[in-house]
């Protein structure tokens, strides 16, 4: 089948996906929380495994990703790493463990690299949090920049639409890639914006762009596992292409369970001592 299976176990850096766009080769991303999950879509080949704060989400059910804490994000970080034999892996700093000051997210950033053992950070915001982004930088932790649709700042937006329409916000979102780029950051995530603008920013930088409903013309897309092999199901995005419908299959597995338990059906005499 695929040769993703194949794929030799040369450890993913953030020089590598660097040199990936270089040869125009794109790059695959997706989100893990936990050990089990990780393993797999390392096993499948994945470039980069994104420890989002989707977890905020997927994970423990909160409405938005705002509620999940620094401590939660290295315990799923922590479980990732430990599952990963190639891909880069990088964490999210969560709302509230970067916004103070640049101090602040510093601090954030170390203890994520030192508790986790993961390779990278993402934060969320442009020329807004660049003192931060620099004060990471500094102490040699990679950071990935977020730019468009930013969850953790959700009741800013009142709404989970398309960013980036309107002239104004479309040229100071270009402006904060080129800053994101000209600071330092390795890579930007770009979510939920027109194709156009994603495509001249990925023209623009030198840097990946990786896309989650950012368009075809990207240096990479990224969806949040969960999402893609149909786990969730209530969330229904135009981005979105789902693979499986692992919610019907689970739940139809989990139900066939529960008939052969009450029925006596299960154990048979060949699951017994
Ligand atoms: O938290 C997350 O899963 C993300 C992706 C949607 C890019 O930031």
Redesign the pocket.
């Known amino acids: 089948m695929s040769t993703a299976q194949s794929t030799p176990e040369k450890k993913v850096t953030t020089n590598t996906v660097q040199e990936m766009k270089r040869r125009g080769e794109k790059i695959s ?1 997706l ?1 893990a929380y936990d050990y089990t999950m990780a393993k797999m879509v390392d096993a499948a080949g994945i470039d980069i495994i ?1 420890v ?5 989400n ?1 994970m423990a059910g909160h409405e938005t ?1 705002l509620p999940i804490t620094l401590d939660q994000m290295i315990y799923h970080a922590s479980s990732v790493v430990r599952a990963v034999k190639r891909a880069l892996v990088v964490v ?1 700093l969560p709302f509230g463990s970067y916004q103070g000051d640049s101090k602040q997210a510093l601090n954030s950033a170390i203890r994520i690299m030192k508790e986790s053992g993961a390779h990278a950070v ?1 934060l ?1 915001g442009g020329v807004e949090i660049i003192d931060s982004i620099k004060r990471i930088l500094s102490a040699g932790i990679p950071v990935m920049g ?1 730019l468009g649709l930013t ?1 953790q700042s959700i009741y800013k937006f009142g709404t989970y639409t398309v960013r980036a329409r309107e002239e104004a916000e479309a040229a100071k979102l270009y402006e904060d890639a080129l800053l994101l780029e000209q600071t330092g950051c390795f890579s930007i ?1 770009l ?1 939920k914006i027109p194709s156009e603008l994603g495509k001249k920013v990925a023209r623009a930088v030198k840097i990946p762009i ?1 896309g ?1 409903g950012a368009g075809p013309d990207v240096d990479g897309q ?3 596992t969960h999402d893609m092999l149909g786990m969730t199901y209530q969330f229904h995005p135009r981005f979105l292409r789902r693979y499986l419908n692992l919610y019907q299959e689970i739940t139809n597995a989990i139900s066939q369970y529960v008939v052969d338990v009450k029925s006596g059906d299960f154990p048979n005499e060949h699951e017994r001592y």
Do not use: N
Not at 52 to 56: K, L, P, V
């Open positions: 991303m989100t994104l989002g704060d989707s977890a905020s997927v990703t999210d993402k969320e977020h969850p995530v979510e990786i989650i990224v969806l949040v």
